[in-house]
């Protein structure tokens, strides 16, 4: 069994990792297997939004800390170069829609994972942990820039210097994630939010992406500068079209991400 799942439906890339006796725990091959996967869904005009959630009871344990003391491992330099910063970059360069779809535990590397996709739901009884201080490493994979900036400087920097354990419902209400669902019908509604999104305009989604992507180091004026650019952009796809058509026509729009 392939440590990363894929399939296409309803035109999304559905990714699920796949190591459940070790919580999908990261090691090598899977590393570069979800990069592989997501490359896939750039390159693959099908798919119009991304999948990503675990198998089994967690979502990810983050680094598999056998593959960390194992002497003819990558080591933490290529650990880093190699698996982490290439997956979270083109997580937040891929110019679709990437849903987190958190099932359970999302720890050190997971957590940083799931965090930095487009909308993040959980349920009930997953939970977030900044695991990497219990370790003694400093939180990776982008944390430290999308952390703060999603729940403020204080409460991060007590969630990465602590480890504690974040439920998802107290996740939910510092803003870490969108919504919960019930651990009952979770994959069922959070997979409702990827195909919701695979219906939707895809050019205008991949702007509002890049616009909250720059957003994070411009001034106000530059903000206003990449707003203009990327609305000019997206008033020249067919989708623009037939959004307005549909509303002037009082019918549904059928947007084909074009
Ligand atoms: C695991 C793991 C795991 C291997 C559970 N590895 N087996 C970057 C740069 C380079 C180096 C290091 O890392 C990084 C990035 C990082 O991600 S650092 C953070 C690494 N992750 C952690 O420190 C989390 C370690 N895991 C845990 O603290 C717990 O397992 C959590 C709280 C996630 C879940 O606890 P439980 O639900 O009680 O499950 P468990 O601990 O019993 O785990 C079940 C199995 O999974 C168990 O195996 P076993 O053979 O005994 O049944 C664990 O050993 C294995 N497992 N996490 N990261």
Redesign the pocket.
């Known amino acids: 069994m392939s440590f990363i799942l894929f399939e296409i439906r309803d035109q999304i890339g559905c990714i699920t990792l796949n190591r459940p006796?070790?919580?999908n725990?990261?090691n090598r091959e899977m590393a570069l297997l979800l990069q592989e996967k997501l490359n896939d869904c750039k390159k693959n005009k099908e798919i119009r939004a991304v999948y990503i959630t675990g198998s089994g009871?967690?979502f990810s344990?983050?680094?598999?800390?056998?593959e960390?003391v194992d002497p003819e491992g990558p080591g933490?330099k290529r650990?880093?170069s190699e698996h982490?910063n290439p997956i979270v970059t083109r997580i937040r360069k891929l110019e679709k829609p990437v849903v987190a779809a958190v099932n359970g535990?999302a720890?050190?590397?997971?957590a940083n994972i799931a965090l930095c996709c487009d909308i993040v739901v959980a349920a009930t009884s997953a939970s977030f942990?900044q695991?990497?201080s219990?370790?003694g490493?400093i939180p990776?994979?982008g944390g430290t820039h999308v952390l703060p900036r999603l729940i403020g400087w204080q409460k991060a920097s007590a969630i990465m210097m602590l480890g504690d354990?974040i439920g998802a419902e107290e996740a939910e209400r510092l803003g870490m994630l969108y919504k919960i669902f019930p651990d009952e019908n979770f994959s069922e509604e959070a997979f409702k939010v990827a195909v919701q999104l695979s219906k939707m305009p895809t050019r205008a989604l991949a702007y509002t992406k890049q616009a909250l992507n720059f957003s994070i180091n411009n001034t106000f004026e530059e903000q206003l500068q990449d707003e203009d650019i990327l609305q000019q952009r997206a008033a020249q796809t067919l989708d623009y079209k037939e959004g307005v058509q549909s509303f002037m026509e009082k019918r549904a729009a059928n947007f084909r991400g074009e």
């Open positions: 006796e070790k919580l725990s990261f009871k967690a344990a983050g680094q598999d800390l056998a960390v933490m650990i880093l982490y535990v720890a050190g590397a997971g942990i695991a990497f219990k370790i490493l990776d994979s354990k």
